[in-house]
Structure formats: C-alpha cells, structure tokens
C-alpha cells in the first residue's frame, strides 16, 4: 500500500506541472498582444543586443538555441504568433545566447552533458536488451548482473541533464529575458506578472521530464530486483 501511495505521488508530480504549463502557455498565447511576432522580437533583440555571428531562424522542431551554430530557432507555430507567450518564449530563447555569449560555464556543461548524454542512452539501451542474453549465454548471471547495473546507471544521465538544465533555463529566464523585456518596455508593467508566470510553466517542464526519468530509473531497478 505504501508503495502504491508513493507511486501516485510521483506520477502526480510529473503529470501535473506539465499539464499547469501547457494551460498557462495555451491562456497567454491566443490574443495577439505584440506589434510584431515572437520571431521578430527576437531578431530585434538580436540587433539591439549587438550579439555578433547569432542568427534566428525558423524551424519545425521546439525552441531553441544552438551554441554549437550560434542560431535561435523558432517554431513559426507557436513563437511566430504576435500573443504574449510567443514574446516571453522569444525572449527566453535570446537570454540563451546572452548565456553563450558571457562564457556561461553551466550553459557549457549542459551543452557537452546533452551530447554524451545521447550516446549514454543508446548504449544503456542496447545493454538492457544484451545484458540477459549475455549472460545466458556465458551461464555467468553476474556478468548479465553487472551489465544490467550499468544500463541502470547509464539511463541516469538524463536525470543529471535535466537537474543541470533547470538552473541554466532560470537564469535564461529570469535573468536575461524578463529584464530585457522590461528594460525594452515590450511588456508593460501589469503584463510581468504573466511573463513570470509563462517562464516558470517552461521551468517546470523541465523538472518534470527529471522526475520522469527518476522514475524510468526506478522501474528498472525494480524489474532488476526480480
């Protein structure tokens, strides 16, 4: 019964920020709101900023920022939108490369972590589904023992990932896009308190796909037990 309790404990924790920031994103982001769209204000930040070799450009994935090719993409379907959540999401993205740009340390870390972290999962992957068979094989249970052990540890990465990425989207967020936003006038002062609103429903996103993976972990560990 315990177990069952905690259970439902730990998927209302990854259920429910996730569903509280899709509503807060979907309220904001239907009125028009800007003179421009998401995607133009960001390349007015861009300019204003004087961020040397940063582009912004369109793209079908998420919102994002590429250090590695110094470009802001945006989704022209949700950023591309004149509503408040597409200029908040804009601007997030810009403090991403004021990020790059002052040799953000943690920024760095994340970045290298996100890249060993998809080489990690594959091969997490492939020893959880190698691990029985190989020792089955070899009839040496602790090598099929060790293997899965490693597998588990491995599919912690993205755990490590997210944990490192929340503090990094704070900083993006509340650091770098809301007083630019403010500074700019883009937002006037009644519209701040939804512009936090709208940064921490991003945040949250990201503390729930940690608590998600923490999970993932623990359902291994409890399939190993057996």
Not at 214 to 219: A, E, G, K
């Amino acid at each position: 019964m315990p177990y069952v309790a905690g259970l439902l404990v730990l998927v209302a924790l990854i259920a429910l920020p996730g569903l509280w920031a899709r509503h807060v994103l979907e309220r904001y982001g239907r009125d028009e709101y800007f003179s421009g769209t998401g995607i133009d204000l960001a390349g007015i930040l861009v300019r204003d900023l004087s961020l040397d070799g940063v582009r912004v450009e369109t793209t079908e994935l998420g919102d994002h920022y590429d250090p590695a090719e110094k470009v802001v993409r945006l989704n022209p379907v949700s950023t591309g939108k004149r509503s408040l959540t597409a200029v908040v999401v804009a601007a997030h993205e810009v403090g991403h490369a004021l990020q790059d740009q002052s040799g953000d340390g943690l920024l760095r870390f994340r970045t290298g972590l996100v890249r060993f972290g998809i080489w990690a999962e594959r091969i997490g992957a492939a020893a959880i589904m190698v691990a029985p068979l190989l020792g089955a094989a070899l009839q040496v249970p602790l090598i099929g023992r060790l293997l899965l052990v490693s597998a588990v540890l491995v599919l912690g990465i993205p755990v490590i990932v997210h944990l490192v990425t929340l503090p990094v989207e704070l900083d993006a967020s509340f650091n770098r896009a809301l007083p630019l936003l403010k500074a700019g006038r883009y937002i006037p002062p009644e519209d701040e308190r939804a512009a936090r609103r709208i940064l921490t429903a991003c945040a949250l996103t990201y503390l729930a796909q940690a608590l998600a993976s923490m999970f993932n972990i623990l359902r291994w560990i409890r399939l190993f037990r057996r």
